[in-house]
């Protein structure tokens, strides 16, 4: 399948996981990748093997909690490629805490990478996607439909990204879908600090009996990204191995 051929794709949290792997897939489908973050290294190495492997990307480095870097990311893709027919906004952070132990400041700051970047994003990018009839997928979790206790920021925060992306489709929808996917557990970076015996309790409450694949996320993304979704737009699409919906009791 070729469905970027031509197009301008930006991923944000594009340094590792889900991010890294929505990049190689875009570009390995056509697409000109840039891939933003702060972790410049792991960032650059990504795009790299994507231009090793004979695709085109870029990385810039964006805080995406900054109003001036996403104005510089959107500066920078347009001098690259030309304005944006997908944006994934991905990146995030976890601050775990109950609400009584959370303090404000780590509140604020998992809420602004998180939600209000989604916001920037979704600012900086929209005449872009205007212009070019394109689309946005959104990284949300499946933690913004179901409770676990001490992640009340993350799931705000997820949360908010499903009812701003219902609302932004609605806001540009004759022009721009908006999407967001819902990952369950996938194994990622953030599974390292995870023991072995809990990746397994993670697993066994999924259908599938496994933790899910980065590229399993991306194939979502670049699913929605694509025309194979032109009639999809301010929907949640789960991928979980069937986290939510599995249920153990007698
Ligand atoms: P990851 O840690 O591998 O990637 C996150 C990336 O975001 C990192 O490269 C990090 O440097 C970047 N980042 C952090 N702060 C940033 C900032 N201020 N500006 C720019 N970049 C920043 O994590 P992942 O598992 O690939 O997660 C990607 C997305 O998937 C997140 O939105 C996460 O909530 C969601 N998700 C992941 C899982 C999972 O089990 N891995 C489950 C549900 C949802």
Redesign the pocket.
């Known amino acids: 399948m070729q469905r970027f051929t031509g197009k301008t794709t930006v991923v ?10 929505t990049a190689l897939r875009l570009a390995s489908e056509g697409a000109t990748v840039v891939l ?4 410049d290294t ?2 650059e190495a990504v795009a790299k093997s994507i231009v090793d492997g004979g695709g085109r990307a870029t990385y810039v ?6 109003p001036k ?1 996403w104005q510089r990311l959107r500066d920078l893709t347009h001098q690259i490629a030309g304005p944006a027919d997908v944006v994934h ?6 601050l775990p805490g109950a609400a009584h132990e959370l303090a404000e400041d780590a509140w604020a700051r998992e809420i602004t ?2 939600l209000t ?1 989604l916001y920037l994003a979704a600012r900086t990018f929209v005449s872009d996607l205007r212009s070019t009839k394109g689309c946005f997928v ?6 913004a439909n179901f409770g676990l206790p001490g992640h009340p920021a ?1 799931a705000a ?2 949360g908010g ?1 499903c009812a701003l992306i219902r609302q932004l489709a609605v806001e540009y929808g004759p022009e721009v879908r908006f999407n967001s ?11 390292n600090e995870v023991s072995e015996a809990d990746q397994r309790l ?1 697993a066994r409450a999924t259908a599938l009996d496994r ?2 694949a ?1 590229s399993e ?1 991306a194939s979502a993304v670049a699913f929605l990204a694509s025309d194979d979704a032109s009639f999809i737009t301010g929907t949640e699409l789960v991928v ?1 191995g069937g986290w939510s919906v599995k249920k153990e009791s007698k």
Do not use: M, Q
């Open positions: 944000t949290g594009a340094a590792s996981g889900i991010g890294a792997a933003a973050d702060i972790a792991a960032g480095r964006c805080d995406v909690s900054s870097e906004n991905n990146a995030f952070i976890h990478v998180n970047a959104a990284t949300s979790s499946v933690h993350y925060s997820k990204i996917v819902l990952p369950g557990p996938i194994l990622t970076d953030v599974w993670s933790l899910g980065a996320v979980d």
